[in-house]
């Protein structure tokens, strides 16, 4: 097996790292404080090609594989969870999506603004009884001919008021269960669409958590993505890929925490000697980097899959198995070793032991990631 990265690959994780601790790193602390959303911060992302990594370069993207993309999520994740989950729906649900299910009217009208940060997208699945359960929808898409009348609500919508394009998850006929399913691209704006309040989140509280309520929503048909029926398939492809990229962000939290609780338990003293001398601390360092490397290899795994035609539907939901284990888990033991300097901000592992926790909840919570991965091995 050759674990090389290409130049192309490190390039991509320098240029990423450089942007984090140049550009996000400084006012992290307070826009997580005051639930600021990193506007600026996330233009600048756009300018710099991080927001459409993988869409054709036809339509503005950057057109790389999938294992350029967890690098770069990896390294934003480290310094600002927040920042590189509005990256995450950018990428894995939005473009992502566009790119492989839109007809060319719709890549030319909205993805080509999306890929370059013009415009910003949300993928809208979730709802206050259905989770992320996309055959249990309750929100509506009523036929009408040349177009379609959207009823429903959303909740848990990451970029819900800061993004201008949707992707919205919608049952058109009930009857047919999951084939009654499809998926629509809905403007800000649009008359009887409302967005709801903000969230008041435990983590990753820079990016803008709404519900959304759509009142009787004109939705042109050709706003519609794939065949009618399709959107049930859509959700499901794209939610794939999307395990992914949380993935590569619980991986980033772990990674950021561990580099932070190295750096300080060999500058931290206690009985003579810097804490990193401490057998107790030092196991937990050798703990947190085995753990970590373990779940590298898990995302890289899941990354190469999706690029090489392999079973990403097992390996990601693997991959965002463990590396959201281990990011709670490596935070956590973070902010022990910083003892009671990580119970405070300055020092940077509460907030990622804080946002660490949404990663297992978020793309499906770990239960939902064992039912994909027990019904993929049984299968087999």
């Not at 949707?166 to 967005?195: C, M, P, S």
Request: aromatic share 8%; proline share 1%; net charge negative.
């Amino acid at each position: 097996m050759d674990f090389k990265l290409t130049e192309e690959h490190l390039m991509i994780r320098d240029a990423a790292r450089d942007f984090a601790k140049s550009e996000l790193l400084e006012g992290v602390i307070e826009r997580d404080d005051k639930q600021e959303f990193p506007a600026a911060q996330i233009k600048k992302m756009g300018e710099l090609g991080f927001l459409g990594m993988m869409a054709s370069p036809q339509y503005g993207g950057g057109g790389m594989d999938t294992v350029a993309y967890v690098l770069a999520m990896e390294e934003i994740s480290k310094i600002d969870a927040s920042a590189s989950v509005v990256m995450s729906v950018n990428n894995s649900l939005v473009c992502w999506g566009l790119d492989t299910y839109a007809n060319d009217a719709q890549k030319e009208k909205y993805l080509t603004k999306l890929t370059t940060g013009e415009k910003l997208g949300a993928f809208c699945l979730s709802e206050p009884e259905a989770g992320s359960d996309a055959t249990s929808q309750k929100t509506t898409a009523i036929d009408k001919g040349d177009h379609y009348i959207l009823n429903g609500t959303k909740n848990w919508i990451t970029n819900g008021n800061s993004a201008d394009y949707y992707l919205v998850i919608a049952q058109t006929d009930r009857e047919k269960k999951h084939h009654g399913i499809n998926a629509f691209i809905v403007e800000k704006g649009w008359a009887g669409f409302e967005i709801g309040v903000k969230e008041n989140k435990l983590g990753i509280r820079g990016s803008d958590t709404h519900s959304l309520h759509f009142n009787d929503v004109k939705v042109p048909k050709e706003n519609r993505i794939g065949e009618d029926g399709f959107g049930f398939k859509f959700a499901m492809k794209t939610l794939s890929g999307g395990r992914i990229g949380i993935a590569a962000q619980a991986l980033g939290i772990a990674a950021g925490a561990y580099e932070l609780a190295l750096e300080y338990s060999k500058v931290r003293k206690a009985f003579g000697t810097e804490i990193c001398n401490h057998q107790a601390i030092a196991f937990k360092l050798a703990d947190m980097h085995t753990s970590i490397t373990a779940a590298r290899h898990l995302v890289m795994k899941a990354a190469w899959d999706k690029d090489n035609g392999g079973d990403y539907d097992l390996s990601g939901a693997m991959a965002k198995l463990y590396a959201s284990k281990v990011a709670m888990d490596v935070s956590v033991e973070a902010v022990q070793v910083h003892g009671g300097n990580g119970y405070v901000k300055d020092y940077h592992v509460e907030r990622l032991m804080r946002d660490a926790k949404i990663t297992q909840i978020y793309e499906g919570t770990s239960e939902i990631q064992k039912i994909v991965i027990s019904r993929s091995i049984l299968k087999k």
